[in-house]
Nanobody, 123 residues
Framework: QVQLVESGGGLVQAGGSLRLSCAAS????????MGWFRQAPGKEREFVAA????????YYEDSVKGRFTISRDNAKNTVYLQMNSLKPEDTAVYYC????????????????WGQGTQVTVSS
């Protein structure tokens, strides 16, 4: 069992930056690939970024490539999402999730989810 707690969300102007953190409980964090997803009002939850268990292979959704960076610190049981050049369309609740798979872009393949953190980007 893994419990995930996101933090770092907030209100920022377009062009600004935020760094989301996701702290995981348990001693097996390093065995999970981690992902970030987001859900805007009235829309389905969508993939944002994922990283392998060792942290050597990141993946990004096309609209965030070059602006967002996913990373992890297995010693701290934490995964991060650095978000730069934020746009109003990035406004959403952001969720982190853990999967036993090597890495995945698919929501249903994730086993554990956090409660989400709100990111609001004003124009």
């Amino acid at each position: 069992q893994v419990q995930l707690v996101e933090s770092g969300g907030g209100l920022v102007q377009a062009g600004g930056s935020l760094r989301l953190s996701c702290a995981a409980s348990g001693r097996t964090f390093s065995s999970y690939a981690m992902g970030w997803f987001r859900q805007a009002p009235g829309k389905e939850r969508e993939f944002v970024a994922a990283i392998s268990s060792s942290g050597d292979i990141p993946y990004y959704e096309d609209s965030v490539k070059g602006r967002f960076t996913i990373s992890r610190d297995n010693a701290k049981n934490t995964v991060y999402l650095q978000m730069n050049s934020l746009k109003p369309e990035d406004t959403a609740v952001y969720y982190c999730a853990a999967t036993h798979r090597y890495v995945s872009f698919v929501i249903r393949e994730y086993d554990y989810w956090g409660q989400g953190t709100q990111v609001t980007v004003s124009s």
